[in-house]
């Protein structure tokens, strides 16, 4: 494929191109362009236009008068076939310039509509909190001009984690995020239209051969359609190649790259082939991948390429908000042109997605290529390589399907498709698990309507304990006796969309543009993700086949803690947002015991707190009587999370020194057990006369006794030392935090203390509430002295 961008030094366009020859169209090089020379070649192109139009009407005249006359003969036959031939000529000529002058116009207008839409944002950024660099990143306006990645890992004023005095606005952030993305389409959109135009100006300028030609183009826009349809034709021929060359793949890979965010690409490409051959083209692209390598072929490149025609050939027009999978808008939307395309696509890929497409033609054992993925492995590689998130509507009926294809056939994640990570099986096996994965990073909406309990079953089956449960099975009943204690039970993507839907943000991230906070279906799905496992807090910790939900439940937690302090104690709030169950203390305290979990609920509790606090004083400021009574009870109601959390983390750290002293000396009568057959038989060996067998016995228990001995561990003393400190230390600090959070809530609302008859009766109160919560939230277990 030729590079038009640039066109050549030769070329026409080469010279009225504002963009650098063979450089990257970027930010700086379309604000900074320099039209004049293009807008000269316009206006040049009209005049031209307008005079071949004069003299192609003048063509026609003579050639009607030639063919209207009464002139006979050779010379007039002859004559007027010249007269038709340059009147034609004129014609062609005429409607190759006014291609010229179309395309290039619309180029111009393209470009100049490009500059000003950068030049606004610059001109509104200072307004709306942001500035934008000569490069075109977008960064905060105040010091220190943090940039939106830096926002979304947390980099405040004091460096990662930190909070930030001053603090970016959620409309700044907003407003940084539009420009950002309003800078990235225009960039694009200007380098397209770049191309666009430098191709249509080489192929009407070759096709002519040097002459004038016909061409049917009337702008950049038809420009644009046409060689959409030609190199969609072209890619769908390369793909269907029974043995391609590195040049073939080369060529194929710049198609999907020039055109893959292309419907009428993405469409045409996808329904010639069949979808059944282009997750097997996907599957030939890595057969071929050592190959492809060594000719210096960009397989990622391909393969990105073709994961993003896939997502475009399945994007919906409607909206997931208005036509939500199973609604009574969407199943009309389906009988629609466009929705009936998209089911027929949809149902050929759950048809392949549990059959194994790459079946050799050898036995397996004399196969080359060991490929044992389904078809639901070959596409969820590919959408694991988009750079572009799969549309909602399309990530739901996908799931859907999947989760579809398991409950009627348990077994088929079974098999060995990919092998053993370095923590044993590899949930890539899981296809459901890896879709999951990526809706809880790209498709909250979609991962949050696929869990709500008011319109789907799924929560049940996912996380329930029923007949209807999951229940899946990982290999034959030879495979599981031999692999007995094996575990299945990593779902890193089930506990990541369990937390976005249940928070309504990205797992693991921040929330992204116009979040609202929790939605209504969000409440409704932590309410029930977390009162199920407060049903049975120990199925929280997972077992063989399941996953441990406790991180995941840490944070609902964190996210819901004014809920779960209520919920603790018992008492209903005026902003309580969800029911949780009456056992949530106990829930709590299983939660507790992993540390991520115990970690962020603890920050998640002291931030609580210093929130209610504020609220204490905001609502009785200078009513000292109402103000100690309600600081006291925030104090005392946090505490008993705090006192909860403690408990739970210092048990398992007990628990996990005396685990790790059994396993240690169970290790070590395993040896001594050993050493008593070899050493026994030495013994026995060395003796001479009969009768001494008890003799020796004595000796080898004698001798066992004093070596392993000194093997042998305990710490239980120094762990429970231990616990006694985590107990007495975080108490500590939270009776501390609270007063602080007491004293900074009366200074950020400027009452002055010195007004109380007792402030110091006061803090003792909020002490006393701590220290009492905290101790209330203890079930210490007495250990042995």
């Not at 306006?141 to 980099?155: C, E, K, T």
Request: net charge negative; hydrophobic share 35%.
């Amino acid at each position: 494929m030729p590079d038009w961008t640039g066109a050549g030094a030769s070329s026409l366009f080469s010279t009225i191109n504002p963009f650098p020859l063979g450089a990257n169209v970027t930010y700086e090089s379309v604000r900074n362009a320099d039209l004049s020379t293009l807008s000269g070649a316009v206006d040049s192109l009209s005049a031209l236009t307008a005079k071949l139009t004069e003299l192609e009407q003048d063509a026609a005249a003579m050639n009607g008068m030639a063919h209207g006359s009464l002139w006979a003969g050779l010379n007039a036959t002859v004559s007027r076939a010249h007269i038709r031939r340059t009147a034609g000529k004129f014609t062609h000529a005429r409607t190759q310039a006014e291609a010229l002058h179309n395309i290039l116009h619309d180029l111009l207008t393209d470009l100049r509509g490009c500059q000003d839409g950068l030049l606004r944002l610059e001109a509104n950024s200072e307004a709306e909190g942001f500035r934008i660099s000569p490069e075109g990143v977008v960064s905060s306006s105040g010091p220190p001009h943090l940039r939106l990645d830096q926002l979304n890992a947390g980099i405040g004023m004091g460096g990662i984690g930190e909070p930030d005095p001053e603090g970016v606005s959620p409309e700044t952030q907003q407003a940084m995020w539009h420009a950002h993305s309003r800078i990235n389409e225009i960039v694009e959109k200007a380098g397209e239209s770049d191309g666009i135009a430098a191709r249509a100006l080489t192929d009407i300028l070759a096709e002519g051969d040097g002459r004038f030609s016909h061409t049917d183009l009337t702008g950049i826009d038809d420009a644009r359609e046409n060689q959409v349809q030609q190199d969609a034709e072209a890619a769908a021929v390369l793909a269907g190649k029974e043995n391609k060359t590195a040049a073939d793949w080369r060529l194929m890979g710049d198609y999907f790259a020039l055109h893959a965010d292309d419907p009428e690409f993405a469409n045409h490409v996808i329904d010639t082939l069949g979808m059944e051959q282009y997750l097997t083209l996907a599957q030939e692209l890595d057969h071929s991948a050592t190959e492809l390598a060594s000719a210096n072929v960009d397989i990622d490149g391909i393969r990105t390429g073709m994961a993003n025609t896939l997502n475009t050939a399945m994007q919906p027009s409607v909206d997931i908000s208005t036509h939500p999978p199973g609604s009574g808008a969407y199943q009309s939307w389906l009988r629609t042109e466009e929705g009936q395309a998209y089911e027929r696509r949809l149902n050929a890929l759950n048809a392949l997605g549990p059959e194994r497409l790459h079946e050799p033609e050898e036995p397996a054992w004399l196969d080359s290529v060991q490929d044992n993925r389904i078809g639901y492995d070959l596409f969820l590689d590919l959408m694991e390589s988009a750079d572009a998130p799969m549309n909602d509507i399309f990530y739901y009926d996908m799931l859907d399907g999947m989760v579809a294809a398991e409950k009627e056939s348990p077994i088929v994640w079974s098999g060995e498709r990919y092998p053993d990570n370095e923590h044993g099986w590899d949930p890539k096996n899981n296809g459901t698990d890896r879709l999951l994965a990526l809706g809880a990073r790209h498709n909250v909406e979609a991962t949050t309507h696929f869990f709500d309990p008011d319109r789907t079953d799924n929560l049940g089956y996912f996380i329930g304990d029923g007949e209807k449960s999951r229940n899946l099975f990982y290999g034959s009943d030879l495979t599981q006796s031999l692999l007995s204690g094996r575990s299945f039970n990593e779902a890193p993507g089930l506990t990541a969309a369990l937390e976005t839907a249940a928070t309504g943000r990205p797992s693991g991230g921040a929330p992204g543009p116009g979040y609202e906070g929790h939605s209504e279906v969000n409440i409704r799905i932590a309410e029930e993700v977390w009162n199920t496992y407060a049903e049975d807090p120990a199925r929280s910790r997972g077992d063989l086949n399941s996953p441990d939900m406790r991180p995941t439940l840490g944070t609902i937690a964190a996210d819901y803690i004014a809920d779960i302090s209520h919920a603790v104690t018992d008492v209903t709030h005026d902003n309580q947002e969800a029911d949780f169950s009456n056992h949530t203390a106990t829930l709590l305290h299983e939660v507790g015991k992993n540390v991520d979990a115990y970690q962020l609920i603890t920050a998640a509790n002291l931030y609580d707190m210093n929130l209610a606090m504020d609220g204490a004083v905001n609502e009785h400021g200078h009513n000292e009587s109402a103000l100690q009574t309600a600081a006291g009870n925030v104090a005392n109601r946090n505490g008993q999370v705090s006192g909860i959390l403690t408990d739970a983390h210092a048990t398992a750290r007990y628990d996990d020194q005396i685990a790790a002293d059994a396993a240690a000396n169970a290790s070590v009568d395993q040896w001594e057990e050993m050493a008593s057959v070899l050493l026994g038989g030495a013994v026995y060996g060395s003796v001479p006369l009969s009768g001494s067998a008890s003799m020796a016995d004595s000796f080898v228990q004698g001798a066992n006794s004093s070596i392993f001995e000194s093997f042998r561990v305990d710490n239980s003393i120094e762990a429970r030392h231990q616990e006694d400190r985590n107990y007495s230390n975080s108490r500590t600090a939270y009776v501390g935090a609270t007063t602080d959070a007491l004293d900074l809530a009366l200074e950020r609302a400027q009452v002055d203390t010195s007004e109380f008859r007792s402030y110091s009766l006061m803090k003792e109160t909020v002490e006393i509430g701590a220290g009492n919560g905290h101790d209330a939230g203890k079930t210490r277990i007495e250990r042995p002295k």
